[in-house]
């Protein structure tokens, strides 16, 4: 987990796309998608419900541009008070419920964090968001890096790790190797994103984000 060079650093403002044409790029790209899903969005929501005790969405707090908190939303996919017994999802945990392992395959759980980015707290790209307490474990001029843009709901670490469960699942300790393995190479992705986004290469995420989960 390698910190940022200082002599890289004055070239993350003069690397990447417009922060104002990303945000119009983001609120017209989830008006439209809301407008189209709707139905699905409903009917994902009722199928949660009827599945399993417990409220539709799960909330959750988690890190965002600049280091502000906010709260996540995501269909529920695991039984209620899940997190007493941890924060990491490991292999074919018990606590996910019926209808969340087939939303978690699809990631058709993410859906309601359009939400998120209506209300500016994310971006349809950018890195993930995590909980406070990883977060805490970012060297300093990593942090700031990667803090400095949105959090998004994909980006080319949730593409390219995308069996990270089933990772987390064969391991001894989920623990230890999320933090000394898959965390550091999620921050390289997060690094580079945040030093180099375009608008076109957040369309190629968005398309290669879809291309993946139909093919799942």
């Known amino acids: ?3 940022l060079p200082d002599n890289l650093r004055p070239t993350l403002a003069a690397t990447h796309g417009s922060p104002l044409l990303k945000r119009l790029f983001d609120l017209i790209a989830v ?8 139905p699905l969005l409903l ?28 709260r996540i939303h995501k269909f529920r996919t695991m039984q209620i008070n899940a997190e007493a017994a941890g924060q990491l999802t490991v292999g074919a945990d018990a ?22 980015v ?3 707290d994310m971006s349809l790209v950018g890195p993930r968001p995590e909980v406070p307490k990883y977060v805490a474990l970012y060297p300093a001029r990593v942090k700031e ?4 843009v949105r959090p998004g709901i994909t980006d080319w670490a949730s593409i390219r790790m995308i069996d990270e469960n ?3 699942g064969k391991a001894a300790d989920a623990e230890k190797m999320y933090i000394e393995s898959i965390l550091p190479q999620k921050l ?8 180099s986004y375009t608008l076109w290469g957040d369309v190629q995420i968005i398309l290669a984000t879809l291309l993946k989960i139909v093919s799942r």
């Open 31 to 38: 008006l439209a998608g809301l407008w189209l899903i709707w």
């Open 118 to 120: 209506l209300f500016g």
């Open 43 to 70: 009917l994902i929501a009722l199928w949660v419900k009827l599945d399993s005790p417990g409220p539709v969405f799960f909330r959750q707090v988690r890190v965002g541009r600049g280091g502000q908190l906010f």
């Open 1 to 3: 987990m390698s910190e």
């Open 166 to 168: 089933e990772l987390l």
């Open 145 to 148: 890096v990667v803090l400095s």
């Open 188 to 195: 390289d992705y997060y690094l580079q994103y945040a030093r």
């Open 95 to 116: 606590r996910v419920t019926r209808a969340g392992r087939l939303l978690r395959k699809t990631k058709l759980d993410e859906l309601p964090q359009l939400l998120d």
